[in-house]
């Protein structure tokens, strides 16, 4: 049964252009369109869906790839660089190609901005493109009387390019039969399909989607952004650039109108009617927008005329239903993002309750601690190499001000290795703010901070990653809509080497490598007690296993010094006790080197080796827990001075 | 036309295009500020603003140019009702379109406006057809340098011009003492900083919200008005064109600030005037994107913006 429907569809699709000839009904032609359409929309998703950039100006890739065949392949257009009628075999290749270059100029600028102003941008592109092409058709260069360029025609202007060449096989007749057009455009939408649902289950696949979900948790767990989201721009518009050869080949002619904006939206919503990011859900969008455009809006016309004709009610006869169709795109587009915002074919998600760490889901069923299992195997061998001498990490004079707020002043710390260092301090003393500085997030004003002998002052948080250095967050920041599995599998994501056209082709050694990172992943799920939850969506977990997931996506990053912010905060004391076991467990078997921000004083007193108190951005005092809980400055600005009675009941201050 | 009179000349189109970008990036900066979603539907709301301007003029069986006492009667009349009409249907798309999903992801609004934006536009075309529409002449052009003045220059700066000014100015004051002095511009203020701590402290975050809307479809209004008096013809697809022109005047001066909206109106306003006249007006569009696309990406801030880090 499972392989059935696959099996149907193919030859469904196979079949449907002799049956409809033998029908006579005369639709190849039109259904070949629609398939451009789909090409264009699934690479669209790519960009939208996978990588979470709203692009509004995506025609202008279909414009490059259809320019692309247009100028290359058309007898007409006497420029010296080209007129020669290139072949379309090649020209397809090349359209993909200068495609994927114009995405990643395109993309280069909007690296630097996030979100609305991003889709500003590509906006701006998306009208500078038509522009640009219908005023390069006649460029005169005047210099003070001396015309260097005159009347040149680039890219012939408002008239467009006509004819383009068709493509040449031995026997196969392009010229006069929509077949082999249908064919030709079946064989190519479907390896795309295929290639985009490899890259989809790849390692970059995964990396848009982390990048989407949290771009600087992302960051944090070794995603390069940069990389990953101009990726995105150039493979989605390398797609749109082989549909917009074949289209110009298709229709023998092109002209800027075809590339306006509305083409932009109309594309947009294929992908969002259907499900941004569903591969299925974007081949279905783009079908019934494609049905509703060229079918139902004619054919209803004709029936609501037929109507009033019958009726007698005139108004009815003149109606034309083609003229709204603007209209019900727009509506089509309100009433998705209103009623369904996930698409069509979208996965449905539970509502989130409100609030974060003290709603419901934090005080839950007092569940049994987690069972944890041993430290896997593979982190001990990892960890069994390096040296094993002197501070890790080592932090000197550091210091950062947000405007007139000095958040850290002159702050040294040291974590030799292997050991747990707490650091403690009143709320807004700057912990947090020293994690950000660490790992890379916020740029120190002054100061010098090394990691095993090399500085990290300027480097990105992703290379931070790289070398070794993970960190949970105070609110915990997961791909919320991304499996658990998936969670632990993007904290690998540095540690693995595949490469775009490897996660295509998949070669052995990626298939290995896969395979072993997902073992990697699943048995640190199971060493924090969530192996029996891979499939679940992040944000579908109980809080407290959230807290641990985030902790299996820090170690999956191996590194040699992990950042804890406030692990236990908001925790049952059973779950709390649990979690410091783990803690002690990585620091014992992995050696591990532990920096931790930590309310619970029994956690803090408990495990720490040393412990550094923060307050107003200085380190007021350092040494062993006993020291700290009996220095007069830290009673004076954090313990309080019921601390020590109070030691002997339970909680620490909260 | 000597050089100088012809940047002359251009300076006052500028000017007067530049009061007009001004009054809609005024809309899109407001929005922005307080709820951070680009507004994409409101250079259609400019739009219709012509169109109902035109329609409330046919209402009051205006079909000429306006004489004495009916300039300061039918015309504020006219002005009134408009910027009522538009800042109703600026509430309207709000409560409909952006309201529902104020708890979403940002991108969600974003798609909305567009989609509301298209619907817009094709409301105007069915309305008025494809073919752009003649705006009758109801402002007295008076060409005053050479009837009032007696001066022969190729300049030609007309009463039309001064009317544009003459409204603008007083409207934007306007609006600056009730963002600064009264209690519901204070309420914007507050929530466009911190909406939730506005909330804490007892504004109505949604009331503010909604006057928002209605103070920039008010304005958006006017500046339709404005538009099809001064150039006395309309198409449905100007919006867009507009809108995009006027957003990006708000981006250049500073997204968020009222002052840097006004300010990169008129240098939108110079520059495109400029560009038709120094490169080519078929090039004029891409230019004013350039600038739009080298402003995000060099100076998200705009001019007069202020530093808002990111929230990490």
Redo the contacts between chains.
Sequence with gaps: MKRLGPAALVVALLAYPFVDRAVGLHTVHAVSDGMIYMLLALGLNIVVGYA?L?D?GYAAFFAIGAYAMGLLNSPVLGSPLYGHAWSFWVCIWIAAAVSALLGLVIGA??L??????L???T???G??IP??I??LGDVTIEIGGWRPIERLNLTGGENGVNPVGRPYLPGVPFETDPMPWYFLILVIGALSIWAMSRLRDSRLGRAWMAIREDE?AADCTGVNPISTKLLAFALGASFSGFAGSVYAAKLQAITPGAFE?QVS?ML?CMV?LGGAGSLRGVVLGAMLITIFDRVILSQTTFLVRAIGRATGVSALTAVDLT?????F??????LV??LR?QGLAGRRVRPVA?GDADDETAVPEPSAPPRLAAVPEWLRTRAAGVDASGAVLEVRGVTKS?GGVVALNQVDLAVPRGAIIGLIGPNGAGKTTFF?VVTG?VRPDAGHITFGGGSLVGLRPNAIVARGIARTFQSIRLFAHMSVLDNVLVGEHCRLESSVAGAVVRPPSVVAEERRARERARSLLAFVGLADKEEDLARNLPYGDQRRLEIARALATEPRLLLLDEPTAGMNPRETEALTELIGLLRRELTLSILLIEHDMEVVMGISDRISVLDYGTRIAEGTPAEIQRHPRVIEAYLGTGYEAEAAGRSGPR | MTWWEVLVQQTINGLTRGAVFALIALGYTMVYGIIELINFAHGDVFMLGLFISLAWFALLGVTGALTGWQLVTVLPLVFVLTMLTTAALNVAIDRVAYRPLRRSSRLAPLITAIGVSFMLENVALLWKGPAPIAYPDVFPSVDILREWFGVDSAIFFTTKDVFVIVVTIPLMIALTYFVRRTRWGKAMRATAQDRETAQAMGINVERTILVTFLVGGALAGAAGLIQGMYYNIGMWWMGYQAGLRAFTAAVLGGIGSMGGAALGGLVIGFLSAWSDQYISARWTNAIVFSILIVVLVFRPRGLLGERTPDKA
């Design positions: 979470g709203l509004l600028p909007t630097r901005v996030r979100g609305d102003y889709a500003i941008i906006l701006g592109f009208e500078i522009v640009a219908r005023n600087t904006f939206i947009l969002v003229l709204w169709r603007w209209f795109f727009g509506l089509g587009l309100v993002m209103l915002p409100g947000f950000n997030l």
